[in-house]
């Protein structure tokens, strides 16, 4: 089974900061796919980015990148340039690539809050 | 493109009830997922539908609870005699069957068991 685990709880940063959200995961399947959602208080999740894990180039989206380091099983999410509409929790999840169900498995989040 | 509907957005009902809830996906998209997460905690997979088949279930699911999706269309989640631990918010997610096509979520269903 694989298994996403966040290690921290809550982050805080100052609007316009770089930070960085952690994320690593335990598998024996070589194909998946990882994501990171976002969950803003009282809205629903969206997808921020996702990364094929046969690509060795890291994602990127607007502001948003991952550094994705397959051997250690890691995947951290880097935002620049905060701004305050990127408040929320922040769910790492990995999916097999599986012509099946191709459920996601979902870390504990992280509460990130960017301060004015 | 409206995205995935749930209704209710909140039930509170006392335990021992049964309740519905009720998701419309994205109109083109065949698979339909269901997810809970309680408070402090990542979602979890619940079941999975791909057109109005039921290909997957959790362990999570147990027998007191139910889903349906008669047409391939909107789904049910039904739970019947709710216990405490039932309290949680219920997901609804929705993609195209496609290759590996992202998730859309829903706003969710927030069951409260008094």
């Known amino acids: 089974a694989q298994t996403v685990t966040q290690s921290q709880p809550e982050m805080s940063v100052q609007e316009a900061e770089t930070v960085t959200l952690s994320c690593t995961y335990d598998?024996?399947?070589?194909?998946?796919?990882l994501f990171w959602y976002k969950q803003p208080p009282s809205r629903q999740m969206i997808l921020v980015i996702r990364q094929e894990a046969y690509k060795q180039q890291n994602a990127t989206e607007n502001r948003f990148s991952v550094n994705f380091q397959k051997a250690a099983k890691s995947f951290s999410l880097k935002i620049s340039d905060s701004q305050l509409g990127d408040t929320a929790m922040y769910f790492c999840?990995?999916?097999?690539?599986?012509?099946?169900?191709?459920?996601?498995?979902f870390g504990q989040g992280t509460r990130l809050t960017i301060n004015p | 493109d409206t995205g995935v509907s749930q209704n209710p957005r909140h039930k509170i009902t006392k335990r021992g009830q049964n309740v519905t809830f009720r998701c419309d996906p994205i109109?083109?998209?065949?698979?339909l997922y269901w997810y809970r997460q309680t408070l402090g905690q990542g979602p979890e997979f619940l079941t999975y539908f791909q057109n109005e088949a039921q290909l997957e279930k959790s362990r999570l699911l147990s027998d007191r609870f139910s889903a349906e999706r008669p047409k391939g269309s909107f789904s049910t989640l039904e739970i019947q005699r709710t216990e405490q631990g039932d309290s949680a918010m219920y997901l609804c997610?929705?993609?195209?069957?496609?290759?590996?096509?992202?998730?859309?979520f829903g706003d969710g269903t927030r069951l409260s068991i008094l």
């Open positions: 109109s083109e998209h065949n698979r």
């Open positions: 999840a990995f999916m097999k690539h599986d012509q099946g169900a191709q459920k996601l498995v």
């Open positions: 598998t024996s399947e070589n194909n998946y796919y």
């Open positions: 997610a929705s993609s195209l069957g496609q290759g590996t096509q992202p998730q859309h």
